[in-house]
């Protein structure tokens, strides 16, 4: 009976031991802007970096794209604890890492980042887990703020101040990133 456990610890001793293989992790990543829709193909989408933590070893990039979600689930519907905010065509980045352990990623994203003049960066971290896909809404990261395209004055064009009274036309379009 002794060499049994003996024999049992040995044999789980071993197994324990063995280096894990990497196993494919699925994982998306979407911006919203605050209290708004998804950043998506018509923003020029959002920039996802994904980041060891440990290492500082940027792991992937890419743009987010796609749709910018359902207006009645995102604005006007309650939402529901468990309940999905987004669809499959909702803007995203999707990705799959190879891991043999647990990962804490840092997450970035820079939106929108076609309009450099109104890019925020916003960042999260997250445990990912050999096996533990992360998709759905996947990690949904808030960006603030407004992008703002001045139309007048344009680029470049100069302005001839003449007195203490000129009036200078400004018009800009303004909408949440």
């Known amino acids: 009976m002794r060499n049994i456990i003996i024999f049992g610890l040995l044999v789980a001793v071993f197994i324990c031991g063995v280096t894990a293989e990497a196993v494919q992790t699925k994982l998306i990543v979407r911006a919203q802007s605050k209290d708004a829709k998804f950043v998506g193909t018509s923003m020029g989408g959002a920039l996802v970096t994904i980041i060891d933590s440990a290492t500082g070893e940027i792991i992937t990039k890419g743009l987010t794209a796609g749709a910018t979600g359902n207006t009645k689930k995102i604005m006007i519907d309650p939402l529901q604890r468990g309940g999905r905010l987004t ?29 450099k003049e ?53 018009q800009a379009h303004i909408v949440m990133i």
Do not use: C, H, N
Not at 105 to 115: C, D, F, G, S
């Open 118 to 170: 109104s890019m925020i960066k916003s960042s999260t971290q997250v445990w990912l887990i050999p096996g533990k896909d992360i998709v759905g809404d996947g990690v949904v990261i808030e960006i603030p703020g407004f992008s703002v395209d001045v139309v007048l004055p344009q680029k470049g064009e100069k302005i001839q101040v003449t007195d203490k009274t000129t009036t200078i036309s400004v």
């Open 87 to 115: 669809d499959d065509s909702t803007a995203r980045f999707e990705t799959t890492v190879d891991i043999d352990e647990p990962k804490l990623l840092t997450i970035e994203v820079q939106a929108p980042y076609v309009r």
